[in-house]
């Protein structure tokens, strides 16, 4: 061993909270990185999926010979052949929820379009696709019903005809005294809300490899996912594949959304084909697909009652919530509902809540987590109710909002529904966003917009929402996570993290804070995710968790190798004591140092190994979080709305976002813009429109109106900035807040435009027609 | 979205593609309307002949006061060629409007007009600039106005063996104001109604007035009633109002999720006195 015991000369600048650009973005804008379309395996087969043109059928024969006589055509399955396998899991575990079976082929009717009935093998995808075309389905069809009020309606066609009522479930949350806060009211408002499906549309659509070997009894599955590990877990049940022979890799994938939080039958599905055929398969998803059998957004029907005393307090809230199931459960189908009830308080004092959640069955594809999940439809809601209210009241919104606020010295803040809100400062963060745009400025403007005959609003949301999912006894399948931090002998860093970035940036964030926690420079750190064989268990990315919770089990595994490296760093260097900082190990008192690389390597070596110390130098940390945690903002958006053509223009818009410490603000800035972005999508644009028999209208990006570059208005955004005690790091999490907020400033917004008129509420997405009706008088 | 098997033929010279599209084979020219319906397997063909990269279809020059467009010019060169921005503006103005730069990129002009979509942008300048198309077949050419040419929805006057190889627009005088406003239907991008107005002057009144308009209907058409309702009347606000309140006079408008009969109707009114103002404005 040759040790120099010099100390480093190079101090090393520290990163967190230093806007880094991503380190993964050089393959991301050069085409060289790997999604599941780029794996390619020797004798890779191809499948393509038939699927049910109906909403809802009774299938009476499937005639697969014509494609089986295809050549290059492999082999064709039915829903006759998938026996054994297990259907699609739910891990919702409401009381009384009624599961109908999701095979991951339809078993004699199929319940919705795209509903997968059978899967031609082939060659390759184009010889696929034609034998899908040969195969001849005879249905019979049957009524469809897609909206989730007429699915409730007495004499509906039942989607399972074992549950004529098409309830799924029913779900009940109060809290406080709902009765005696009515009876107390001096004005109660109501209103029906719509939180409309909206269609996730990641970039990259979903698609699965899967490569079974016979021999070793091994699958290794590719899909795009932001689960790997629960996907895993969750696909060996389903396949009865043991799971430590079960390696399951994202590679990178280009985007989620919640979309990828699940398990789909497609999954299943080509790997059960790979383990028949005894060869590596392939399936990717179309563009079409995506739109049809990927999980939707939203899908809520709200009624809302608020009870107030005339001064603005707000007492108490009612909610009858219809959710829009869809046909089946995907993983989480029945529990996004139950979030929306558990943020229905939004960020108010009030003690006294009663929500009633009625999951209801229709032929439409499933809904499930999308960006915000639950939450977004919940702000909506409240931020939408608090101005009704405040118009009912002749108050301005945000008197109204000033009066209800949760105060700083009532954290940690029990709701009504049951969460411990962490800490915060509301009135304070409302303040910066109301003085940023000159909020009583505005108003004086708005006087006169309206006196020369123009439509002016302001549109305020305060939003809260719940994050970094979460302790493990609110969460289906555990709520920590883990890291671990290996020094490699040469001194190179590798961490791996349990969390599934896929987009989010934590290939940046987490070496940042690696560099800074050890010395090390950051470009002698990888972050490696995504991959069952390579990481530990690890829960995945959503909730916006990543940071709050895989960053926490990534510093205290950091601390704990800290100890480590001090522990070796005293033994090479005889002292009792050393001090670890700047990447080099200190004897204060004699002046001599060692490197943490030199250290990791002597670890390895074995040379010195301290007393009760074992050799190496790799940390794993699995973390728990005591709490979620609880960001959240005001968001303030100027509109002006043309009378003439029903069109609204997006004057300006302020964000100010507590999202707690942020590690690295470019990355949060990004969040929120792409977050915004969403939340105004669903505000102005966008739209997953059934119709009567189950066709969806809106299947293409010919007629969903995904938001673009050029209808995005410049967002100024800032921050306060309230750590969050929950975890080591203060964050809070950033990943669904620009959507949560952002929806209700808007619609507030432009219903304030709208008010002298009489508007009170206008259902999303406020789309020119409908603001063209309001202010040509023609209210449909 | 994969496309049923076909066959390619890039055939070298304007008679063989004609001879191999009179045997049934199909052109395909700059495949941003034909193989998005390929691929979605709505549209088949069996053999596709690809006319864009044909010397004999690509130029833009100018003869006896007309400008000579071919059918397989770009709708970026449409929109940038310094002979058409100086000397049609409405037409390069027009083809800026079309979808993205990448599909203006491959997208022609000839591809546009044979398609017929309702709801694509250049049929309402055309209309506005009484084009000729000039449309060709292996047994010889004729040649139609655009009121002619453009019958319905992905309906025109294009007979079995046909395709169009120019488009003929006139050198605009000096003094003409021209103008293009499209109402984008949010999703594709396509016009819910577009308006092209070319507006004469004669002294404080309007002189000669055409406007062609696009996605009311299930075709582009002149609206005369506007036309008339302007023609030796003062050139003022209230003139162009009354005037585009006629502009969906004997038209059936369509309805669809983006906007219902009543509002395009509406629409159109809207973005026909738009266009109006802006060619007034443009006009000398
Ligand atoms: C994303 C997107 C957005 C778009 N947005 C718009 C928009 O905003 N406005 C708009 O107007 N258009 C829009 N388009 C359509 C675009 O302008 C197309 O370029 C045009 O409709 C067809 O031209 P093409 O050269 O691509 O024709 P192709 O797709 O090659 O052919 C279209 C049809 O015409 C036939 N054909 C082609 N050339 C000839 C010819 N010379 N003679 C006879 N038949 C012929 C083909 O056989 C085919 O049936 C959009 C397209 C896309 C993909």
Same mark, same amino acid.
């Given at each position: 061993?040759?040790?120099?015991?010099?100390?480093?000369?190079?101090?090393?600048?520290?990163?967190?909270?230093?806007?880094?650009?991503?380190?993964?973005?050089?393959?991301?804008?050069?085409?060289?990185?790997?999604?599941?379309?780029?794996?390619?395996?020797?004798?890779?087969?191809?499948?393509?999926?038939?699927?049910?043109?109906?909403?809802?059928?009774?299938?009476?024969?499937?005639?697969?010979?014509?494609?089986?006589?295809?050549?290059?055509?492999?082999?064709?399955?039915?829903?006759?052949?998938?026996?054994?396998?297990?259907?699609?899991?739910?891990?919702?575990?409401?009381?009384?929820?009624?599961?109908?079976?999701?095979?991951?082929?339809?078993?004699?009717?199929?319940?919705?379009?795209?509903?997968?009935?059978?899967?031609?093998?082939?060659?390759?995808?184009?010889?696929?696709?034609?034998?899908?075309?040969?195969?001849?389905?005879?249905?019979?069809?049957?009524?469809?019903?897609?909206?989730?009020?007429?699915?409730?309606?007495?004499?509906?066609?039942?989607?399972?005809?074992?549950?004529?009522?098409?309830?799924?479930?029913?779900?009940?949350?109060?809290?406080?005294?709902?009765?005696?806060?009515?009876?107390?009211?001096?004005?109660?408002?109501?209103?029906?809300?719509?939180?409309?499906?909206?269609?996730?549309?990641?970039? =990259?659509?979903?698609?699965?490899?899967?490569?079974?070997?016979?021999?070793?009894?091994?699958?290794?599955?590719?899909?795009?996912?932001?689960?790997?590990?629960?996907?895993?877990?969750?696909?060996?049940?389903?396949?009865?594949?043991?799971?430590?022979?079960?390696?399951?890799?994202?590679?990178?994938?280009?985007?989620?959304?919640?979309?990828?939080?699940?398990?789909?039958?497609?999954?299943?599905?080509?790997?059960?084909?790979? @383990?028949?055929?005894?060869?590596?398969?392939?399936?990717?998803?179309?563009?079409?697909?995506?739109?049809?059998?990927?999980?939707?957004?939203?899908?809520?029907?709200?009624?809302?009652?608020?009870?107030?005393?005339?001064?603005?307090?707000?007492?108490?809230?009612?909610?009858?919530?219809?959710?829009?199931?869809?046909?089946?459960?995907?993983?989480?189908?029945?529990?996004?509902?139950?979030?929306?009830?558990? @943020?229905?308080?939004?960020?108010?004092?009030?003690?006294?809540?009663?929500?009633?959640?009625?999951?209801?069955?229709?032929?439409?594809?499933?809904?499930?987590?999308?960006?915000?999940?639950?939450?977004?439809?919940?702000?909506?809601?409240?931020?939408?109710?608090?101005?009704?209210?405040?118009?009912?009241?002749?108050?301005?919104?945000?008197?109204?909002?000033?009066?209800?606020?949760?105060?700083?010295?009532?954290?940690?803040?029990?709701?009504?529904?049951?969460?411990?809100?962490?800490?915060?400062?509301?009135?304070?963060?409302?303040?910066?966003?109301?003085?940023?745009?000159?909020?009583?400025?505005?108003?004086?403007?708005?006087?006169?917009?309206?006196?020369?005959?123009?439509?002016?609003?302001?549109?305020?949301?305060?939003?809260?929402?719940?994050?970094?999912?979460?302790?493990?006894?609110?969460?289906?399948?555990?709520?920590?996570?883990?890291?671990?931090?290996?020094?490699?002998?040469?001194?190179?860093?590798?961490?791996?993290?349990?969390?599934?970035?896929?987009?989010?940036?934590?290939?940046?964030?987490?070496?940042?804070?690696?560099?800074?926690?050890?010395?090390?420079?950051?470009?002698?750190?990888?972050?490696?995710?995504?991959?069952?064989?390579?990481?530990?268990?690890?829960?995945?990315?959503?909730?916006?968790?990543?940071?709050?919770?895989?960053?926490?089990?990534?510093?205290?595994?950091?601390? =704990?190798?800290?100890?480590?490296?001090?522990?070796?760093?005293?033994?090479?260097?005889?002292?009792?004591?050393?001090?670890?900082?700047?990447?080099?190990?200190?004897?204060?008192?004699?002046?001599?140092?060692?490197?943490?690389?030199?250290?990791?390597?002597?670890?390895?070596?074995?040379?010195?190994?301290?007393?009760?110390?074992?050799?190496?130098?790799?940390?794993?940390?699995?973390?728990?979080?005591?709490?979620?945690?609880?960001?959240?903002?005001?968001?303030?958006?100027?509109?002006?709305?043309?009378?003439?053509?029903?069109?609204?223009?997006?004057?300006?818009?302020?964000?100010?976002?507590?999202?707690?410490?942020?590690?690295?603000?470019?990355?949060?800035?990004?969040?929120?813009?792409?977050?915004?972005?969403?939340?105004?999508?669903?505000?102005?644009?966008?739209?997953?429109?059934?119709?009567?028999?189950?066709?969806?209208?809106?299947? =293409?990006? @010919?007629?969903?109106?995904?938001?673009?570059?050029?209808?995005?208005?410049?967002?100024?955004?800032?921050?306060?900035?309230?750590?969050?005690?929950?975890?080591?790091?203060?964050?809070?999490?950033?990943?669904?807040?620009?959507?949560?907020?952002?929806?209700?400033?808007?619609?507030?917004?432009?219903?304030?435009?709208?008010?002298?008129?009489?508007?009170?509420?206008?259902?999303?997405?406020?789309?020119?027609?409908?603001?063209?009706?309001?202010?040509?008088?023609?209210?449909? | 979205?994969?496309?049923?098997?076909?066959?390619?033929?890039?055939?070298?010279?304007?008679?063989?593609?004609?001879?191999?599209?009179?045997?049934?084979?199909?052109?395909?020219?700059?495949?941003?309307?034909?193989?998005?319906?390929?691929?979605?397997?709505?549209?088949?063909?069996? +053999?596709?002949?690809?006319?864009?990269?044909?010397?004999?279809?690509?130029?833009?020059?100018?003869?006896?006061?007309?400008? +000579?467009?071919?059918?397989?010019?770009?709708?970026?060169?449409?929109?940038?060629?310094?002979?058409?921005?100086?000397?049609?503006?409405?037409?390069?103005?027009?083809?800026?409007?079309?979808?993205?730069?990448?599909?203006?990129?491959?997208?022609?002009?000839?591809?546009?007009?044979?398609?017929?979509?309702?709801?694509?942008?250049?049929?309402?300048?055309?209309?506005?600039?009484?084009?000729?198309?000039?449309?060709?077949?292996?047994?010889?050419?004729?040649?139609?106005?655009?009121?002619?040419?453009?019958?319905?929805?992905? &309906?025109?006057?294009?007979?079995?063996?046909?395709?169009?190889?120019?488009?003929?627009? *006139?050198?605009? *005088?000096?003094?003409?104001?021209?103008?293009?406003?499209?109402?984008?239907?949010?999703?594709?991008?396509?016009?819910?109604?577009?308006?092209?107005?070319?507006?004469?002057?004669?002294?404080?009144?309007?002189?000669?007035?055409?406007?062609?308009?696009?996605?009311?209907?299930?075709?582009?058409?002149?609206?005369?009633?506007?036309?008339?309702?302007?023609?030796?009347?003062?050139?003022?606000?209230?003139?162009?109002?009354?005037?585009?309140? +006629?502009?969906?006079?004997?038209?059936?408008?369509?309805?669809?999720?983006?906007?219902?009969?009543?509002?395009?109707?509406?629409?159109?009114?809207?973005?026909? &006195?738009?266009?109006?103002?802006?060619?007034?404005?443009?006009?000398?």
């Amino acid at each position: 061993m040759s040790t120099t015991f010099a100390p480093s000369t190079t101090k090393l600048e520290k990163l967190v909270g230093k806007r880094l650009r991503r380190r993964e973005d050089p393959r991301l804008i050069t085409g060289t990185a790997t999604y599941v379309e780029d794996v390619k395996l020797p004798d890779m087969h191809h499948a393509v999926i038939v699927r049910s043109p109906h909403g809802a059928a009774d299938i009476r024969s499937i005639d697969i010979s014509k494609a089986k006589a295809l050549p290059g055509v492999v082999a064709v399955f039915t829903g006759a052949d998938i026996v054994g396998v297990g259907t699609v899991p739910c891990g919702a575990s409401l009381p009384g929820l009624r599961r109908p079976d999701h095979h991951i082929l339809a078993q004699d009717r199929v319940y919705l379009v795209g509903h997968p009935v059978a899967v031609v093998v082939a060659t390759d995808r184009y010889i696929a696709a034609d034998g899908a075309d040969l195969v001849e389905v005879e249905y019979d069809i049957k009524q469809a019903v897609t909206d989730p009020e007429k699915a409730l309606a007495p004499g509906a066609p039942a989607v399972h005809s074992q549950w004529p009522d098409n309830v799924a479930f029913t779900f009940h949350q109060n809290g406080g005294d709902i009765d005696a806060a009515f009876a107390e009211a001096e004005v109660v408002v109501k209103q029906r809300i719509t939180s409309q499906r909206l269609v996730p549309n990641a970039m =990259e659509t979903r698609g699965v490899v899967a490569d079974w070997k016979t021999n070793d009894r091994s699958l290794t599955l590719y899909t795009s996912t932001q689960i790997p590990h629960l996907a895993r877990t969750l696909l060996a049940g389903m396949l009865g594949i043991e799971e430590n022979r079960f390696r399951l890799i994202a590679p990178e994938v280009g985007g989620g959304f919640g979309s990828k939080l699940n398990v789909y039958s497609e999954e299943a599905l080509t790997a059960w084909v790979s @383990m028949k055929i005894g060869k590596p398969v392939k399936w990717i998803e179309s563009r079409r697909e995506n739109f049809m059998v990927t999980i939707h957004g939203r899908g809520h029907v709200d009624y809302f009652e608020i009870a107030a005393k005339r001064d603005g307090t707000i007492l108490g809230l009612k909610l009858k919530l219809i959710q829009d199931l869809g046909a089946f459960h995907q993983l989480l189908t029945p529990v996004i509902p139950t979030l929306s009830v558990l @943020m229905m308080p939004g960020l108010y004092n009030f003690r006294n809540i009663q929500a009633e959640v009625v999951g209801t069955f229709t032929n439409c594809v499933p809904t499930d987590a999308y960006r915000g999940a639950g939450r977004p439809e919940a702000t909506h809601g409240i931020e939408r109710m608090v101005d009704i209210l405040a118009a009912e009241l002749g108050m301005d919104p945000a008197e109204i909002r000033f009066k209800n606020f949760v105060r700083p010295d009532q954290f940690p803040f029990p709701t009504a529904t049951g969460l411990n809100y962490d800490s915060g400062d509301y009135a304070n963060t409302f303040q910066k966003a109301l003085d940023t745009i000159d909020y009583h400025g505005l108003r004086k403007q708005q006087a006169e917009a309206r006196a020369a005959g123009r439509l002016m609003g302001i549109g305020i949301s305060t939003y809260g929402e719940i994050c970094a999912m979460g302790p493990s006894v609110a969460t289906p399948a555990g709520g920590w996570e883990s890291a671990t931090v290996k020094f490699e002998p040469s001194g190179k860093v590798t961490v791996l993290t349990g969390t599934s970035p896929h987009g989010q940036g934590q290939e940046t964030s987490f070496a940042q804070l690696t560099a800074d926690e050890l010395g090390v420079p950051i470009d002698d750190i990888v972050v490696l995710h995504g991959d069952t064989s390579i990481v530990q268990y690890g829960i995945g990315t959503f909730g916006s968790r990543n940071t709050a919770v895989g960053g926490a089990a990534l510093f205290y595994a950091l601390q =704990e190798i800290k100890e480590k490296l001090k522990k070796f760093g005293a033994a090479m260097l005889k002292a009792e004591e050393v001090e670890l900082g700047d990447g080099v190990c200190l004897n204060p008192k004699t002046g001599e140092s060692v490197t943490v690389q030199e250290i990791a390597g002597a670890a390895y070596r074995g040379v010195v190994i301290p007393p009760g110390m074992d050799p190496g130098m790799v940390v794993t940390k699995f973390w728990e979080p005591a709490n979620f945690t609880y960001p959240f903002g005001a968001h303030i958006i100027v509109s002006e709305v043309d009378a003439e053509t029903g069109d609204i223009e997006i004057k300006r818009y302020v964000a100010v976002d507590d999202i707690g410490n942020q590690l690295n603000p470019l990355l949060v800035d990004g969040q929120l813009h792409g977050g915004a972005a969403q939340g105004l999508g669903q505000a102005l644009w966008e739209q997953g429109v059934y119709d009567d028999n189950g066709q969806l209208v809106t299947g =293409e990006f @010919m007629d969903y109106t995904m938001p673009r570059a050029r209808m995005m208005p410049w967002i100024e955004s800032s921050h306060t900035c309230t750590p969050s005690p929950v975890n080591p790091l203060g964050a809070k999490g950033v990943g669904e807040a620009g959507t949560i907020g952002s929806t209700p400033a808007m619609v507030n917004s432009v219903v304030d435009a709208l008010s002298p008129l009489g508007v009170r509420h206008i259902d999303m997405p406020l789309t020119p027609e409908k603001i063209w009706k309001l202010t040509n008088g023609r209210n449909a | 979205m994969i496309a049923n098997p076909f066959e390619y033929s890039t055939p070298a010279t304007l008679a063989e593609a004609l001879g191999l599209i009179a045997d049934g084979a199909k052109p395909l020219s700059g495949g941003m309307s034909l193989i998005p319906m390929m691929k979605l397997r709505l549209a088949s063909p069996e +053999h596709l002949v690809d006319i864009a990269r044909l010397p004999e279809l690509n130029y833009i020059r100018e003869e006896n006061g007309e400008l +000579h467009i071919g059918a397989a010019v770009t709708h970026y060169d449409v929109e940038s060629a310094p002979l058409l921005c100086g000397k049609c503006p409405l037409l390069a103005e027009t083809a800026g409007h079309i979808g993205d730069i990448q599909v203006r990129n491959r997208g022609t002009l000839g591809g546009s007009v044979a398609h017929a979509d309702p709801a694509a942008d250049y049929p309402a300048a055309l209309q506005a600039l009484e084009a000729k198309i000039v449309l060709r077949s292996a047994a010889g050419e004729r040649v139609v106005t655009a009121a002619e040419f453009f019958i319905d929805t992905f &309906t025109t006057a294009l007979e079995p063996g046909e395709i169009v190889t120019e488009v003929v627009v *006139p050198v605009e *005088p000096g003094l003409t104001g021209t103008s293009y406003q499209k109402c984008l239907q949010p999703a594709s991008g396509f016009a819910i109604v577009g308006v092209a107005a070319r507006v004469r002057r004669d002294g404080a009144n309007f002189g000669a007035v055409q406007v062609g308009i696009t996605g009311l209907t299930g075709t582009s058409y002149r609206a005369t009633a506007v036309e008339q309702a302007l023609v030796g009347k003062p050139a003022t606000d209230e003139t162009i109002r009354a005037a585009a309140a +006629h502009a969906a006079d004997g038209v059936e408008a369509n309805s669809d999720l983006h906007a219902s009969a009543d509002y395009r109707t509406s629409l159109a009114v809207s973005y026909t &006195t738009r266009a109006l103002h802006s060619a007034l404005s443009r006009s000398a």
